[in-house]
């Protein structure tokens, strides 16, 4: 079974970046899509962004395109999240997602994804 752990998170002030990492292990995943989920406080959790198998396709949420960029190192067998411009309103908890899981699931274009991390706090200031 895969585990996943997200690393990254942190307190920024408005208009920083930030990158997030997500790191599998028991699974090589350049063969599975993984995805960003975040979770606000009192708020439903939401997608970020997904990064497809085989074809790396991505997909993004309209409140984070052109300014988050999800991307593979099949090397380090890591996915990452590259945050620029950051706001206030993407404080949350960021949780890296893949398929193949026994977790909850969210069908989404990019793939079924059922494996989930613990999480990584990201904290804008305005």
């Known amino acids: 079974q895969v585990q996943l752990v997200e690393s990254g998170g942190g307190l920024v002030q408005a208009g920083d970046s930030l990158r997030l990492s997500c790191a599998a292990s028991?699974?090589?995943?350049?063969?599975?899509?993984v995805a960003w989920f975040r979770q606000a406080p009192v708020k439903e959790r939401e997608f970020v962004a997904a990064?497809?198998?085989?074809?790396?396709?991505?997909y993004y949420a309209d409140s984070v395109k052109g300014r988050f960029t999800i991307s593979r190192d099949n090397a380090k067998n890591t996915v990452s999240l590259q945050m620029n411009s950051l706001k206030p309103e993407d404080t949350a908890v960021y949780y890296c997602?893949?398929?193949?899981?026994?977790?909850?699931?969210?069908?989404?274009?990019?793939?079924?994804?059922?494996?989930w991390g613990q999480g990584t706090q990201v904290t804008v200031s305005s």
């Open positions: 028991g699974r090589t995943f350049s063969n599975y899509a």
């Open positions: 997602a893949t398929e193949g899981g026994p977790g909850p699931r969210v069908v989404l274009p990019a793939g079924v994804f059922s494996s």
């Open positions: 990064i497809s198998r085989y074809n790396s396709r991505t």
